[in-house]
Nanobody, 116 residues
Framework: QVQLVESGGGLVQPGGSLRLSCAAS????????MRWYHQNSGKERELVAG???????TYADAVKGRFTISRDNAKNTVNLQMNSLQPGDTAVYYCNARYRIVFNYWGKGTLVTVSS
């Protein structure tokens, strides 16, 4: 059974940091591209950062220089280090695993709130 379980969300003040983790199971993790998306109520889910099976990394322009994505294939985890958080980063963050087009899995999300 495929599972993606996010953790690490919470309330943080502007300028603060959080580290999100996604624990994966039930599929060959190392073969999948892993991505973090976020979603605010009433808006579409948006890509935040992605890392391919080969380690190629992409970021949304809004988070470049502030967020860092990494993966540990030995532990089947993908992390998102978020620094210099801003109120606009407030959202539910989702972990996504994708292989080709057919295999596409989502976690249930973790809420990040940036507020003073």
């Amino acid at each position: 059974q495929v599972q993606l379980v996010e953790s690490g969300g919470g309330l943080v003040q502007p300028g603060g940091s959080l580290r999100l983790s996604c624990a994966a199971s039930g599929f060959t993790f190392s073969s999948y591209a892993m991505r973090w998306y976020h979603q605010n109520s009433g808006k579409e889910r948006e890509l935040v950062a992605g890392i391919s099976s080969a380690g190629d990394i992409t970021y949304a322009d809004a988070v470049k220089g502030r967020f860092t994505i990494s993966r540990d294939n030995a532990k089947n985890t993908v992390n998102l280090q978020m620094n210099s958080l801003q109120p606009g980063d407030t959202a539910v963050y989702y972990c996504n695993a994708r292989y080709r087009i057919v295999f596409n899995y989502w976690g249930k999300g973790t809420l990040v709130t940036v507020s003073s």
